[in-house]
């Protein structure tokens, strides 16, 4: 059904590739610009996009005390807080980027944009986890960023189609956008862990968007 969507669509909708292989950038990363394209108001989106809208502070408080009770519980058995780096980080922060991935009902501090990093080599050994060295900062934002914009400029470009007063097609859209973006996240994640084990998965909920 995806594929079917995307080709239908294939004018709007991003064909982005993260590429063959990760950028590593040490130090500080040029933020990806958030182009201005005008939306109309579409009555069918809104409607949908509202439905069961999440609050961008309240899942960025939800993702605190979890990473906060995860490492709790780490301490317990004498292993070092894990250290969560997002993979774009402009997808965390109040704006364009963010109020995009709410719309189509992805939680900017969901596990699809979130990697984990032992703190020591000690607890990477005992997790079978990626050790965090301050290289892995802004590893793939720009990358990533720009995937998500490209998807942003999509959606918006879809406000005005003559489809998307249709119910139906707009839940389409916003699936097909959420899997291809999931898809990115997961190839990311793929490339940093390897084959590692990383026993702190366990410590997380099973399912998060």
Same mark, same amino acid.
């Given at each position: 059904m995806y594929e079917d969507y995307l080709k239908r669509f294939?004018?709007?909708?991003?064909?982005?590739?993260?590429?063959?292989?990760?950028?590593?950038a040490a130090g500080p990363v040029a933020p990806v610009a958030a182009t201005h394209i005008p939306a109309p108001d579409n009555p069918t989106i809104r409607r949908v996009v509202n439905e069961a809208r999440m609050d961008f502070h309240l899942v960025r408080d939800r993702h605190t005390r979890l990473l906060t009770q995860v490492n709790g519980?780490?301490?317990?058995?004498?292993?070092?807080?894990?250290?969560?780096?997002?993979?774009?980080? #402009?997808?965390?922060? @109040?704006?364009?980027?963010?109020? +995009?991935? $709410?719309?189509?009902g992805l939680n900017p501090f969901g596990d699809w944009n979130m990697l984990y990093y032992a703190s020591d080599k000690a607890s990477a050994d005992l997790m079978?986890? #990626?050790l965090?060295? @301050?290289?892995?900062?802004?590893? +793939?934002? $720009?990358?990533?960023s720009a995937v998500i914009e490209q998807s942003r400029q999509g959606w918006l470009k879809f406000h005005g189609h003559p489809d998307a007063g249709d119910e139906a097609t707009v839940r389409t859209c916003?699936?097909?956008l959420r899997v291809m973006l999931a898809k990115h996240g997961e190839t990311v994640k793929s490339t940093?862990?390897?084959?590692?084990?990383?026993?702190?998965?366990?410590?997380?909920p099973k399912q998060q968007s």
């Amino acid at each position: 059904m995806y594929e079917d969507y995307l080709k239908r669509f294939d004018s709007l909708l991003p064909q982005a590739d993260l590429g063959p292989a990760p950028v590593s950038a040490a130090g500080p990363v040029a933020p990806v610009a958030a182009t201005h394209i005008p939306a109309p108001d579409n009555p069918t989106i809104r409607r949908v996009v509202n439905e069961a809208r999440m609050d961008f502070h309240l899942v960025r408080d939800r993702h605190t005390r979890l990473l906060t009770q995860v490492n709790g519980e780490l301490a317990q058995v004498e292993c070092g807080p894990l250290v969560a780096v997002a993979i774009s980080n #402009a997808a965390r922060q @109040p704006g364009p980027f963010a109020d +995009f991935l $709410i719309d189509i009902g992805l939680n900017p501090f969901g596990d699809w944009n979130m990697l984990y990093y032992a703190s020591d080599k000690a607890s990477a050994d005992l997790m079978d986890a #990626a050790l965090f060295t @301050p290289e892995v900062q802004g590893q +793939f934002d $720009i990358e990533f960023s720009a995937v998500i914009e490209q998807s942003r400029q999509g959606w918006l470009k879809f406000h005005g189609h003559p489809d998307a007063g249709d119910e139906a097609t707009v839940r389409t859209c916003r699936d097909t956008l959420r899997v291809m973006l999931a898809k990115h996240g997961e190839t990311v994640k793929s490339t940093v862990y390897g084959n590692k084990a990383n026993r702190w998965q366990n410590l997380f909920p099973k399912q998060q968007s």
